[in-house]
């Protein structure tokens, strides 16, 4: 008779232990499932907004003048580039911005079709550039908000409305009553950097180095003298503005 009340005793704590062990279960609340924080989605657009200054070097060589040169003038303006990248290092830039510049001429002619002009102060006329340039650019990315890049491509300038002087200049006075200068390509190297502000908005700061040669055809008093060469203009760009990445 006892050890059949001790088997029920036994039975009986086990139920009662099962059941505290389910409540106290109860009582604990599960866990809720934690979301990993959102992803920046990747947009791979940046643009940059500049002052562009266009420097062109004064090494221009007249076929039919030896010993004469020209000054090409230095121009500012606003330049807009768009680039897109296609990892984090890679990118491509494109620049757009057209430049006025002016020709003046320099130097003593020593032979050729007028020997002895003394050219300096010589107008010789003014032509616009369209000078688009596309870089391939390696981004350095392990400078925090310091992000520089260096890169290199091909340029193709586009003069337009192009003006000869067609006012006397030099001793003995002549003028240049024509001119056209032939649009070339151009081989370009470049580096610069980003200072990010934020995500977006940040600084930028451009230098690029075109070796852009084109020939020109031009005359003097209405064609007496032709006139044929090369201007090795060479301009520096160098540029400071706004960057926006997307």
């Given at each position: ?242 960057t926006y990445k997307f």
């Open positions: 008779m006892i050890g059949k009340i001790g088997i029920a005793a036994a039975l009986l704590a086990a139920v009662v232990a099962s059941q505290g062990s389910t409540v106290l279960a109860a009582d604990i609340p599960a866990a809720l499932p934690v979301k990993a924080p959102p992803v920046a989605a990747w947009n791979p657009w940046m643009i940059r907004l500049r002052a562009l200054v266009v420097d062109p070097r004064d090494a221009t060589t007249f076929d039919q003048l030896p010993g004469g040169n020209a000054h090409w003038s230095t121009s500012v303006v606003p330049e807009l580039d768009i680039t897109y990248f296609f990892t984090p290092n890679f990118a491509a830039e494109l620049i757009l911005g057209v430049t006025p510049h002016k020709a003046t001429g320099k130097g003593i002619v020593t032979g050729g079709a007028a020997p002895g002009l003394n050219m300096d102060g010589l107008p010789i006329g003014k032509t616009w550039l369209l000078p688009p340039t596309l870089t391939l650019q390696y981004h350095f990315t392990n400078f925090g908000a310091f992000k520089p890049y260096v890169g290199a491509g091909v340029n193709y300038t586009v003069f337009f409305s192009e003006k000869a002087a067609n006012t006397p200049g030099g001793s003995p006075a002549v003028r240049i009553t024509s001119l056209d200068v032939h649009n070339a390509f151009a081989p370009a190297l470049q580096a610069g950097f980003d200072y990010m502000l934020d995500r977006h908005w940040g600084v930028n700061v451009d230098v690029k180095k075109l070796f852009l040669r084109p020939n020109f055809d031009a005359s003097v008093n209405n064609g007496a003298i032709p006139l044929t060469g090369k201007a090795k203009l060479d301009p520096w760009l160098i540029g400071a503005g706004l």
